[in-house]
């Protein structure tokens, strides 16, 4: 379930890890400490639906949060059929940014949190 890919800690699973903000702060938390590493990679599928819902206010909590115990997080999904404009703008930010990354293959996330 849990593999270290180039001082990343990929989780190879698609259950939900991330069902709410402690959830996220748990596991956050627990890579860091336990494993000394601060990069996550995660499945699109292994976080809660609510994260994607701008308008609930958790995707800004938790990567608010992960910025603060420097956590860098990527996560791997089809983001190509997004609907929705604020969360399509989102994706382009963190894309562009230094702390989050929606990427479409592991391999992208990799090369991206080892920047």
């Known amino acids: ?6 001082n990343t800690v990929f ?3 698609k259950e939900i890890l991330i069902s709410d903000i402690n959830s996220a702060l748990d596991l956050a938390i627990n890579t860091k400490i336990s494993e000394n590493i601060s990069n996550i990679i995660l499945y699109k599928e292994s976080i809660f639906d ?3 819902d701008l308008k609930t ?3 800004g909590e938790i990567l608010q949060k992960y910025v ?8 791997v999904g089809d983001f190509t059929n997004v609907k929705s404009k604020a969360l399509k703008d989102f994706i382009y930010e963190c894309n562009n940014g230094k702390y989050f ?4 293959s592991l391999d992208e996330a990799v090369k991206k949190l080892n920047m």
Do not use: P, Q
């Not at 379930?1 to 180039?6: G, H, Q, T, V």
């Not at 990354?101 to 479409?104: C, G």
């Open 101 to 104: 990354y929606f990427v479409s």
């Open 57 to 59: 206010k958790f995707a």
């Open 11 to 13: 989780f190879n699973t």
């Open 1 to 6: 379930m849990k593999e270290i890919i180039d």
């Open 68 to 75: 603060n115990y420097g956590i860098r997080l990527a996560i």
């Open 50 to 52: 609510d994260f994607f």
